[in-house]
Structures are given as C-alpha cells and as structure tokens.
C-alpha cells in the first residue's frame, strides 16, 4: 500500500525547469554572490556537469560559462571533467564540464563530487546510483492512456519522474511526481487525451530522493514565476558550498502510437 497519495502534478504547458538538464532561469538566488552546479549522471553515458557563479539578489543574473572550476569525479576511479562549452543535440541544454568517460553501473554503487572553484573554495557532494527502472506496458484505449511500471522493495529507489509527451502546435508535455510506495506494487498512471493527438512519448526516470526533491522544488519556483515580488521557492539541492544538484538517475523510454480501430 501506499504510505501517502501520489503527487500527481499536471504540467499544462512546457516548463523547462521540470525537465531533466533544462534549468530553471536563475534569479534572486540570495543576498550574497555564489556558484550553482548541476549534474546529472546517467549509467552509460558520459560525465556532463553546468558551474557558473551567481550573482547576489540585487544584481541581474548572467550566466558565465568561462569560469574554471578545478572537477572530479570519484567514481571506480577519479574522472576529471574538462572545461569548455557544450550543446546536448535535441534540447537546450548547456554544460561547460565534460568527460568522454561513461559511468559504469556495474563497478560502482555511488559517486562523489570535489570541485574547487575559481576562489579557491571547496564544494562536494554525493549521490547514489538508482536501479535501472522499467515501464512494464503503456496502453491506448480511446482517448485515455495508462502506464504501467513496479515499484521497488526498497524505499530509497521508490522516487519516480514520469513524462508524457507528443507533438502538437506549441508543444505539449505532462509530468507526475511519484513517491510514497510501501514495497513492490503495480503502479498504475492514466491520463486523457484529445483526438488529435497520434502518437505518444513516455519516459519513467527512477530519481535519487535529493534528485526528486531537487526537481520538484524547480516546478514550484517556476510555477510561483521569476517576477514574484515575494521570494522564491527554495530551491532542495545537496550540494555543499554551491546552489544546485548532483544526482544519477535512470531512464527507460517508450513510444505509443494511436491505434486505427
């Protein structure tokens, strides 16, 4: 059973910040200068990480990818990060920290993260690597489409990120936040559908708990909005001594196509 209900969160437009390597702008981020990390590892993919400083909260925001940040890595063996300014093909992802070596699930169960910033300070951080997930089925029935997936035994491996996507004029994308499983179950997840739409993406991300939270917390701040009067909403990373994330998460992916009866 289910310790608490599902966060069901019904994204109705595209919101970049609740996509995985797509920030958030950052704005009014303290009354003091810093820096903001972000990495996403992935198993079988190379090392990628964003670092730039941010300004103070009276200061408008830019964003300086030529900072050079001392970056490892600790992972099998220490991977260093190299500097320089990178575009991932297919969104509008950028990162200036990057390693040709990929992550290797199979000889490592964690990552540790050293940077030492352009002023010398010293930022870490941590993260375990999640079990590979899988959708067990995705179905089509009329105008409502349902995915299927198990929930883990384990209560650490129980933070999901479910995605919905298809093509239509602006663009159309649904994410869930879901948590709260008590062992292995069947989680069901549905979702309605208008007539036109023909085809279907699906990505299920098994997310670390700081990732989840991490990710959640970029939906509140976008949907509270960067022009609020008031403050921000905090934004859950876990890195010390920077703004931001270092996590792994895992991934599998499906395409649905609207069936002719």
């Known amino acids: 059973m289910r310790k608490f209900l599902i966060i069901g969160i019904v994204i109705c437009v595209l919101l970049p910040g609740c996509e995985l390597g797509e920030r958030l702008d950052i704005q009014r981020m303290g009354d003091s200068p810093g820096y903001f990390i972000e990495c996403y ?40 990060l190299y500097h320089s300014l990178y575009f991932r093909p297919g969104n509008h992802f950028v990162y200036n920290y990057a390693s040709s070596k990929r992550l290797d699930v199979a000889k490592v169960d964690s990552l540790y993260l050293e940077v030492t910033a352009p002023g010398g300070e010293a930022i870490f951080s941590e993260t375990a690597i999640p079990k590979q997930v899988k959708i067990d089925s995705v179905t089509w029935h009329g ?27 602006g663009g159309n994308v649904r994410t869930y936040f879901l948590s709260g499983f008590e ?11 208008s007539d036109t739409v023909t085809s279907v993406n699906v990505s299920l991300k098994r997310m670390t708990e700081a990732g989840y939270r991490y990710q959640y917390s970029l939906f509140e701040a976008q949907n509270a909005g960067t022009e609020s ?3 921000p909403v905090e934004l859950l990373g ?24």
């Open 238 to 261: 876990n890195i010390c001594g920077a703004m931001g994330i270092f996590t792994c998460y895992t991934e599998d992916r499906a395409r649905v196509l609207k069936s002719e009866d």
């Open 41 to 80: 590892c992935r198993p079988d993919s190379m090392y990628e990480m964003t670092a730039t400083r941010i300004a103070p909260v009276a200061e408008p925001q830019v964003l300086d990818y030529s900072l050079e940040f001392d970056v490892c890595i600790l992972a099998d063996e220490p991977v260093k």
């Open 183 to 193: 062992g292995r179950e069947q989680v069901k997840q549905e979702y309605p559908l």
């Open 143 to 169: 105008k409502e489409i349902t995915t299927y997936f198990m929930s883990d035994e384990c209560e650490e491996e129980n933070y999901y990120v479910l995605t919905l996507s298809w093509e239509s004029e």
């Open 229 to 231: 009067l008031f403050a």
